[in-house]
């Protein structure tokens, strides 16, 4: 047979491809061929069947080379390497700014004893050089890591010597070690670590050309497996011809390129169409809200906008002209709040909902096939970042409880490496992570074992349901008690660390005192001693100063001035399954895996005069040091409260990620689920209308913001590259420009660079050349970048799946990691990395905002990236969240200070790109406006209780037109909410509970927030937030302790403020209307309603202020006084006490007189008593009855006493008093007797005085009656 070769691509090989290759062969019988050397050749060189001739045979699914790269991966590490990897995830790494990256290796990490192989200061068996107290290295089973076959137990540094300085011989057999590569990467303890080399390809360029060079044939048995599947028959080699249009012998020129799949933006991708209408099972489907559920609720957004347009309208065109400042400021305020529901309201038009498949995700990924023989997982990695800062706010057993439920999850153990980012450089944190790697070698196996769920020990041993359901194994129970019992003394170790560090280091330093003060009793003699001051440093447990931050601060060991550290806490585990032994656990692990995913502790270099960028730039610290040391290409963000509570929620994102589109995702976003919440979620706490309601609905557009955990990112996107295809999917501008052709040099651009893009040019390609400045000097950092793209690629398993990787590529194994890999990651994390680099402005989080999670979600859509929205069945993560007041307002503070930033800066939505949709851009211009709600909040806040305080109402009169629109835009918004409700799933309660803590965030951290900016970017003032305090979960008395704890803080002012005054002004408005000649209680309604409708959006606030429950509350005086105080003026009000009942002097009232055609005219009485006209008395005294005298002298009237306007009121007959009255201001306005005019300045209003009696004025009452009486006869 003719010798075939597969020629491996430009980028495999770092050339062009050479000339073909010349063999000898000769025909056999049979036609085939077969290869001869030159010897044989020779000695018949008589024989007419040999020629000389080249033919080169392309790859087909049944006929594929084996390449070299194939055997050189399965060969198993060197020993010297193992033990160089043990040495690494043994010592502790620091270095940084103008230091030296040293490597400390540990006796111990802990107190307690250490068990797990895997784990950092695992001690194996004692040295057998003599004088020598070091242990040997061990393997990933614990057993003990021995270079010669003599099985002489020596440990690293004696080996390192015996290699140096005795020629490489065995100090036990004395025979040459065979393999002493450990020689040239071995350094001292404690001497400065090389970088690693420069020259030649790099590890992360090997590991590329492997995965491809190894799986080029796998793409050709991906397609025979799928052909397969379709006929049920063996390959057929004509028809494969057929479909790829393939011929053999040599420069076929339509060899369908990479295997068949292209990244042409052409539909036609080199298949037959029958290839491309094969089943394809996918990962992920979309489910469809039902249209009897959302036409109802589109047509009623529009109706909505309709009606509030009018409204407007018409309140625009009828000011108030009696009280126009009050209508003014209403009518501002409404317009404002019309204008922000739109902007909340225009993104909810295309909600959606999704569903993932993870039976297919095993079937694609884990299932032996063709391509992947033994069923390796072929799942990309992924690192999980766990960040922290204070272990006093947030306490290490909350953080040790999410480590422990990572190490847990149900996804490939060699794939998973959890990071820790420690930014305060703690001690404490640093042991609480060392003993939860310790218990983790029961926990993780016990719940592999048992399928536990959750997988967080504090959550699961706290459950309130039946334990035992569902569990089929005998040993369940006996298992759960010893793990019950090892969880308690783990919770022990870990509350008892602060008062165990400080007796250590309180020891070792008087300890060190003691020596001081003997070297100086040495040195100066017959001298008075001072006292010598030592500094009191931090002690870690193997009696060694901690590099961090000390309890008693010192330079260079503050929370703001330490070095970087890196400890591998865990080390990477190994490539196969590892079943437990019955002498390595307690309990019985035969048939479990008992490997741990690798577990890295990373406190970056902090140094004065160097902005640290808080929470976003510990995150870009960890993204360099994963990419060194792991380069997972997809990265989940968790804050050290927020566990895995579904250990499948890994798989579950990436159903999303590995689909066809996939590549276009730059982040799959959780919900955030909450725990230790009460069970009114009195502070809306759950925030289940934003998590359920609006981000469903922005994923049906773009893709749902960042909320800051919970996210599972792709790194290539965080890098701040382009999709791929991005010309394909322009935005809605893209129309408007035109395409510039594609340059020669990009298409000969290599794959991997060509799916690397920055910027909107076809000629910003990757070029290596420019990435320092982008990514700073680290060349191993840039060498990981195409790496982590094409493993980050979804599963080519289809034709019509574009840029996709081909089957079996990520089943080699990991590398394992060097002295010199770990000094490389020092260096990433120092603080002088970042500077003159695009980190923090284009590449990874984002700086310049508090928060960087919605400004580096809004980066990635601005440059066309889609993300997804990942709600599952069983919550995918839980955390805590402040039930305290006061912490509650302190993190919506820092939420709406970050929107303020956002609005002033260059992430305004304004100014993206056409790349983003309208609609997406309308969302992220609602999350930068959102807190300037509260300016117009507050003032119609107020506005009720000036409307009672001043007697007039926002409207002239309430009359139809204004009650109809009230009505209407009131159950359109009560409509809104129920259809909310239905398609979302939430209930009404979880509702009414946002809509209360809207206003009560909106009168205060709101307004702080505007406030804070406007500071920012008016004065330059730098923004500082509080970080929010978790509970550790402690206080087995009350669970909800912390919704009691009253801390005051000014932002209760502004709300306080708004309770009072409405209080006070209902109070008033009643004792105004009751008092009053003529009531008014229209327009008392109006402003005792809107009144009330602040007061209960105020309840959950007013509430938080009663305090614990079991005591008097505060407000429950408050309310006591304020009931009483109605009682008494009703009381008042309908039995006077006797006596004089005259109310104040000089009074003005105000009422309203109606007439004929709408009009109104204000009846002002200006003195005590009223002038009656007595000149038609004489007409009508003839028709008064004689026992009129003997009625007034009944009534107790006197001749000559006057009466004032409310003792007139309080006779029986004073209504029929007031009609008179009327008819006869009705009579003069009818015929013009008087006209209203505004008083001239200077000009001073006559008064008017009482003329007559009491019985004069009697008299005419009744002659009037009388009048009209007769009228009605006539």
Same mark, same amino acid.
């Given at each position: 047979?003719?010798?075939?070769?597969?020629?491996?691509?430009?980028?495999?090989?770092?050339?062009?491809?050479?000339?073909?290759?010349?063999?000898?062969?000769?025909?056999?019988?049979?036609?085939?061929?077969?290869?001869?050397?030159?010897?044989?050749?020779?000695?018949?060189?008589?024989?007419?069947?040999?020629?000389?001739?080249?033919?080169?045979?392309?790859?087909?699914?049944?006929?594929?080379?084996?390449?070299?790269?194939?055997?050189?991966?399965?060969?198993?590490?060197?020993?010297?390497?193992?033990?160089?990897?043990?040495?690494?995830?043994?010592?502790?790494?620091?270095?940084?700014?103008?230091?030296?990256?040293?490597?400390?290796? /540990?006796?111990?990490?802990?107190?307690?004893?250490?068990?797990?192989?895997? /784990?950092?200061?695992?001690?194996?068996?004692?040295?057998?050089?003599?004088?020598?107290?070091?242990?040997?290295?061990?393997?990933?089973?614990?057993? #003990?890591?021995?270079?010669?076959?003599?099985?002489?137990?020596?440990?690293?540094?004696?080996?390192?010597?015996?290699?140096?300085?005795?020629?490489?011989?065995?100090?036990?057999?004395?025979?040459?070690?065979?393999?002493? #590569?450990?020689?040239?990467?071995?350094?001292?303890?404690?001497q400065p670590l090389p970088l690693p080399p420069t020259g030649g390809m790099s590890k992360m360029e090997r590991r590329l050309s492997l995965m491809k060079s190894a799986n080029r044939s796998a793409v050709m048995r991906s397609q025979s497996a799928l052909m397969r599947s379709q006929t049920g028959v063996d390959f057929d080699h004509n028809r494969w011809l057929f479909e790829t249009k393939g011929t053999y012998g040599y420069g076929n020129a339509i060899w369908p390129k990479d295997g068949g799949f292209t990244d042409d933006k052409s539909d036609e991708s080199g298949e037959h169409p029958e290839l491309l209408s094969k089943p394809w099972r996918p990962l992920t489907r979309k489910l469809k809200i039902p249209a009897a559920v959302l036409s109802p609720y589109r047509l009623l957004i529009f109706v909505r906008m309709a009606v509030l347009g009018l409204f407007l309208a018409w309140r625009i065109r009828h000011p108030n002209d009696d009280a126009r400042w009050l209508w003014l400021m209403s009518i501002i305020c409404e317009i404002w709040f019309?204008?922000? %529901?739109?902007?909340?309201?225009?993104?909810?038009?295309?909600?959606?909902?999704?569903?993932?498949?993870?039976?297919?995700?095993?079937?694609?990924?884990?299932?032996?096939?063709?391509?992947?023989?033994?069923?390796?997982? #072929?799942l990309p990695g992924v690192d999980v970042f766990v960040s922290t800062a204070d272990p006093e706010k947030e306490p290490p057993l909350v953080t040790a409880n999410t480590i422990l439920s990572i190490l847990a999850a149900d996804y490939p153990v060699e794939k998973l490496s959890c990071y820790v980012s420690d930014d305060g450089g703690a001690l404490l944190t640093f042991e609480a992570m060392a003993e939860a790697a310790s218990f983790a070698n029961l926990w993780v196996p016990f719940c592999r074992k048992h399928e536990i769920e959750p997988r967080n020990p504090e959550t699961y041993f706290s459950l309130k349901k039946d334990p035992f359901k569902n569990k089929v194994r005998p040993d369940f129970v006996k298992d759960r008690r010893r793990v019950k019992r090892e969880y308690d003394e783990f919770k022990v170790r870990i509350n008892g660390l602060p008062d165990s560090i400080r007796r250590r280091s309180d020891a070792y330093n008087a300890r060190e005192?003691?020596?001081?003060?003997?070297?100086?009793?040495?040195?100066?003699?017959?001298?008075?001693?001072?006292?010598?001051?030592?500094?009191?440093?931090? %002690?870690?447990? #193997?009696?060694?100063? %901690?590099?961090?931050? %000390?309890?008693?601060?010192?330079?260079?060991?503050?929370?703001?001035?330490?070095?970087?550290?890196?400890?591998?806490?865990?080390?990477?585990?190994?490539?196969?399954?590892?079943?437990?032994?019955?002498?390595?656990?307690?309990?019985?692990?035969?048939?479990?895996?008992?490997?741990?995913?690798?577990?890295?502790?990373?406190?970056?270099?902090?140094?004065?005069?160097?902005?640290?960028?808080?929470?976003?730039?510990?995150?870009?610290?960890?993204?360099?040091?994963?990419?060194? /040391?792991?380069?997972?290409?997809?990265?989940?963000?968790?804050?050290?409260?927020?566990?895995?509570?579904?250990?499948?929620?890994?798989?579950?994102? /990436?159903?999303?990620?590995?689909?066809?589109?996939?590549?276009?995702?730059?982040y799959v976003q959780f919900p955030q689920r909450f725990e230790g919440i009460d069970p009114s979620d009195r502070y809306a706490n759950h925030n289940t209308v934003f998590f359920d309601v609006n981000m469903r609905a922005l994923d049906g557009l773009q893709g749902p913001v960042y909320v800051g955990t919970g996210c599972l990112f792709r790194r290539t996107a965080l890098y701040g590259f382009d999709p791929p295809r991005s010309k394909e999917h322009s935005g809605c501008c893209s129309c408007c420009f035109a395409r510039r052709k594609k340059s020669a040099s990009v298409s000969s651009a290599p794959e991997e660079h060509r799916a690397l893009r920055m910027g909107d040019g076809d000629d910003d390609e990757m070029n290596p050349s420019l990435f320092s400045k982008r990514f700073g000097n680290s060349s191993f950092l840039i060498d990981s970048i195409p790496v982590a793209e094409f493993q980050g690629r979804p599963l080519a398993d289809h034709p019509a799946v574009k840029n996709g990787r081909p089957p079996g590529a990520l089943t080699l194994p990991r590398e394992l990691l060097d002295a010199s890999t770990v000094a490389e990651a020092i260096s990433v994390i120092s603080c002088w990395y970042e500077d003159k680099t695009e980190w923090g402005n284009r590449v990874g989080w984002i700086y310049g905002s508090v928060t960087e999670d919605v400004v580096t979600g809004y980066r990635m859509h601005n440059r066309g990236w889609k993300s997804v929205y990942c709600v599952t069945k069983r919550d995918a993560f839980r955390g805590t969240a402040p039930i305290n007041l006061t912490d509650r307002l302190h993190q919506v503070l820092r939420w709406a200070t970050g929107s303020v930033e956002i609005f002033f800066s260059r992430n305004n939505a304004l100014l993206a790109s056409p790349k983003m949709k309208l609609l997406q851009r309308v969302a992220y211009l609602n999350v930068g406006i959102y807190p300037f709600t509260s300016l117009f909040l507050i003032v119609y806040c107020f506005l009720p209780a000036l409307s009672l305080f001043s007697g007039q109402f926002i409207v002239k009169t309430l009359n139809v037109t204004f009650l109809t629109y009230l009505l209407v835009i009131t159950l359109t918004l009560c409509a809104l909410a129920v259809l909310e409700i239905k398609w979302s799933g939430i209930n009404l309660e979880e509702w009414w509970r946002n809509e209360q803590f809207w206003l009560i965030g909106g009168t205060s951290a709101h307004l702080a927030a505007v406030l804070q900016g406007l500071l920012k970017v008016i004065a330059g003032i730098e923004i500082s937030f509080t970080l929010t305090s978790k509970s550790a979960g402690d206080d087995n008395d009350d669970d909800f302790a912390d919704l009691y704890l009253i801390k005051w803080s000014s932002l209760m002012i502004p709300p306080i403020t708004i309770m009072i005054t409405n209080l006070i002004a209902i109070a008033v408005g009643f004792s105004r209307t009751i008092y009053s000649t003529i009531p008014q209680w229209s327009r008392l309604l109006g402003g005792v309603f809107f009144s009330f409708w602040v007061l209960a959006h105020l309840y959950p606030f007013a509430k938080g202020l009663m305090g614990r429950r079991g005591r008097t509350p505060t407000i429950v005086f408050v309310w006591s006084g304020l009931i009483a105080i109605t009682i008494s003026l009703l009381w008042v009000a309908i039995s006077p006490p006797s006596?004089?009942?005259?109310?104040?002097?000089?009074?003005?009232?105000?009422?309203?007189?109606?007439?004929?055609?709408?009009?109104?005219?204000?009846?002002?009485?200006?003195?005590?008593?009223?002038?009656?006209p007595m000149d038609t008395i004489d007409i009508v005294q003839d028709f008064v009855p004689n026992s009129v005298d003997e009625h007034e002298v009944d009534i107790g009237m006197i001749e000559d006493d006057h009466i004032n306007f409310h003792q007139a009121m309080e006779y029986s007959n004073s209504e029929k008093w007031i009609d008179v009255i009327n008819e006869e201001i009705k009579s003069m306005k009818d015929n013009d007797v008087w006209e209203l005019v505004q008083l001239p300045q200077g000009v001073k209003p006559i008064g008017c005085k009482p003329k007559g009696t009491q019985k004069a004025m009697w008299r005419e009452t009744l002659y009037k009656e009388i009048q009209k009486n007769m009228v009605r006869k006539l």
């Open positions: 047979m003719a010798g075939r070769s597969s020629r491996p691509s430009d980028s495999q090989l770092g050339r062009g491809s050479g000339p073909p290759t010349v063999t000898f062969s000769r025909r056999t019988s049979s036609g085939r061929y077969v290869n001869l050397s030159r010897d044989s050749l020779d000695s018949d060189i008589n024989s007419i069947e040999f020629a000389e001739y080249t033919v080169h045979i392309p790859p087909t699914p049944d006929n594929q080379p084996m390449d070299p790269a194939m055997s050189m991966r399965i060969e198993p590490p060197p020993i010297s390497q193992r033990v160089e990897e043990q040495y690494v995830s043994s010592s502790l790494f620091t270095g940084g700014f103008n230091s030296v990256t040293r490597a400390h290796l /540990m006796d111990k990490v802990i107190e307690s004893e250490t068990n797990h192989p895997q /784990m950092a200061g695992t001690k194996g068996s004692s040295c057998a050089i003599q004088g020598c107290d070091g242990k040997v290295m061990s393997d990933e089973r614990g057993q #003990d890591i021995l270079p010669c076959e003599c099985d002489f137990k020596i440990c690293r540094d004696c080996f390192v010597d015996a290699v140096k300085t005795g020629d490489g011989i065995c100090p036990g057999c004395k025979e040459p070690y065979k393999n002493t #590569d450990l020689s040239a990467n071995a350094v001292e303890p404690g019309a204008f922000s %529901w739109l902007l909340d309201q225009l993104p909810k038009f295309f909600p959606v909902n999704r569903a993932t498949d993870l039976n297919v995700l095993k079937e694609k990924f884990e299932t032996p096939t063709p391509t992947n023989p033994t069923g390796k997982s #072929d005192e003691i020596k001081a003060m003997k070297l100086r009793r040495q040195t100066v003699e017959d001298e008075p001693l001072e006292p010598i001051k030592v500094s009191k440093a931090t %002690w870690m447990a #193997d009696g060694t100063h %901690w590099p961090g931050t %000390w309890t008693v601060s010192a330079p260079e060991h503050s929370r703001g001035d330490h070095a970087g550290i890196i400890q591998v806490m865990l080390k990477p585990p190994s490539d196969e399954p590892l079943h437990g032994t019955a002498d390595s656990s307690p309990l019985d692990f035969s048939e479990v895996d008992i490997r741990l995913p690798m577990l890295v502790y990373v406190s970056r270099e902090k140094r004065p005069g160097y902005d640290h960028n808080k929470k976003a730039g510990a995150m870009n610290a960890l993204v360099r040091a994963s990419a060194i /040391m792991s380069n997972g290409p997809f990265i989940l963000n968790l804050d050290c409260d927020h566990y895995i509570y579904n250990s499948q929620a890994i798989r579950e994102g /990436m159903c999303f990620m590995m689909d066809r589109g996939g590549d276009r995702l730059c006596g004089n009942t005259q109310i104040g002097e000089n009074a003005r009232f105000f009422e309203d007189v109606g007439f004929v055609g709408g009009d109104n005219v204000k009846d002002i009485i200006e003195e005590e008593y009223v002038d009656i």
